[in-house]
């Protein structure tokens, strides 16, 4: 598998209960480079623009609420098979699903509040980088 990069996302839950740097060692763990890293505080137009995908699903307005009310920690990742091997690191979307050691299952709460975002392709992760890291080379 080539290298690949991919956009996660430490998300308001996991800041507020001060698992950046368990999550942040997670990534590193699993042999994933961080290449590039941001902290803010998304404004809702960002969040939505972020989530764009979802805005006719019945959750968009509680994930908007969610992923702006307090900061995240975004970055770029690095390494091989990075898309498939972050989301495999990340867990079920819903934590009850989630596999024993991965971020979701031991930082999660329920499927909205679920600590972590990563790109789910290699079409949404150059999106996805690009949106929060501009001019950066994908
Ligand atoms: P992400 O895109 O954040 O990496 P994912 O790809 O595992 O997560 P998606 O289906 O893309 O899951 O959903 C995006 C986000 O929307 C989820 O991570 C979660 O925060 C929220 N979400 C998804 N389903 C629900 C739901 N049923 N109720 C509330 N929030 C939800
Ligand atoms: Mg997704």
Redesign the pocket.
């Known amino acids: 598998m080539a290298t690949q990069r991919t956009l996660s996302?430490i998300?308001p839950d996991a800041v507020e209960q001060h698992n950046i740097g368990n999550i942040l060692a997670m990534i590193e763990g699993a042999g994933l480079s961080i290449k590039a890293m941001r902290m803010l505080h998304l404004t809702r137009p960002m969040a939505e623009g972020f989530?764009a995908?979802?805005k006719e699903?019945?959750?968009f307005g509680?994930?908007v609420e969610?992923m702006t009310r307090g900061p995240v920690v975004v970055s770029v990742l690095e390494g091989d098979d990075a898309i498939a091997k972050y989301r495999a690191l990340?867990g079920?979307?819903n934590p009850a699903n989630a596999d024993e050691g991965t971020i979701r299952k031991a930082y999660a709460k329920d499927?909205?509040?679920?600590a972590?975002?990563?790109?789910?392709g290699p079409d949404t992760a150059q999106t996805e980088i690009r949106y929060f890291f501009p001019g950066y080379e994908v």
């Open positions: 996302i998300k989530y995908v979802h699903r019945p959750f509680e994930l969610f990340m079920a979307t499927v909205g509040e679920n972590v975002h990563g790109s789910d």
